[in-house]
T-cell receptor, first 109, second 115 residues
């Protein structure tokens, strides 16, 4: 199928590091997005990976392994405002996005 | 970055009425726009792909006669929810891809409540 799997919910402490994993079907793959979505708002773009490896953007980094069908989003120096849902989405062979269900990240003081 | 706007941002209507939602790309042209629906605590679900100058492509299970899509120009797509019912209450989001940047830009969303 076109399943994308990511944990439903994660909890982390302010100032800490958290890694959100995403696994996906490898066939017809044209890249993987990570989006952040605060409650009641549209998603905002975090990263796009199409090649293997780690891409770093400030406190956020995204990793991709195409052969394993695996990606993760790494958030460092967590802040309370990072409490949100994090969605991974795979680009399929038709260049449409297939969405994961999202991971709700709860940050505690 | 590129900007996509949606109007209205929220709407409340009576059951049986029709509601039109506009999606505009403000500073770039979009031959393709996507319409998503999101129910509370669920992920985005693609409803249809809007194509400028041709018919929209609907996802399986989405009624094309109920959710009318018109992509009238390179900067405007509209979604009309016809004969809305309470179960159509949802958050409707459009997006437009900017292929050269491998990115999709989302509108702010429209919250529809059908009484």
């Amino acid at each position: 199928g076109q399943n994308i799997d990511q944990p439903t919910e994660m909890t982390a402490t302010e100032g800490a590091i958290v890694q959100i994993n995403c696994t996906y079907q490898t066939s017809g793959f044209n890249g993987l997005f990570w989006y952040q979505q605060h409650a009641g708002e549209a998603p905002t773009f975090l990263s796009y990976n199409v090649l293997d490896g780690l891409e770093e953007k400030g406190r956020f980094s995204s990793f991709l392994s195409r052969s394993k069908g695996y990606s993760y989003l790494l958030l460092k120096e967590l802040q309370m405002k990072d409490s949100a849902s994090y969605l991974c989405a795979r680009v399929d062979s038709n260049y449409q996005l297939i969405w994961g269900a999202g991971t709700k990240l709860i940050i505690k003081p | 970055g590129a900007v996509v706007s949606q109007h209205p941002s929220w709407v409340i209507c009576k059951s049986g009425t029709s509601v039109k939602i506009e999606c505009r790309s403000l500073d770039f042209q979009a031959t393709t726009m996507f319409w998503y629906r999101q129910f509370p605590k669920q992920s985005l679900m693609l409803m249809a792909t809007s194509n400028e100058g041709s018919k929209a492509t609907y996802e399986q299970g989405v009624e094309k006669d109920k959710f009318l899509i018109n992509h009238a120009s390179l900067t405007l797509s509209t979604l009309t929810v016809t004969s809305a019912h309470p179960e159509d209450s949802s958050f409707y989001i459009c997006s437009a891809p900017l292929y050269e940047y491998n990115e999709q830009f989302f509108g702010p969303g429209t919250r529809l409540t059908v009484l």
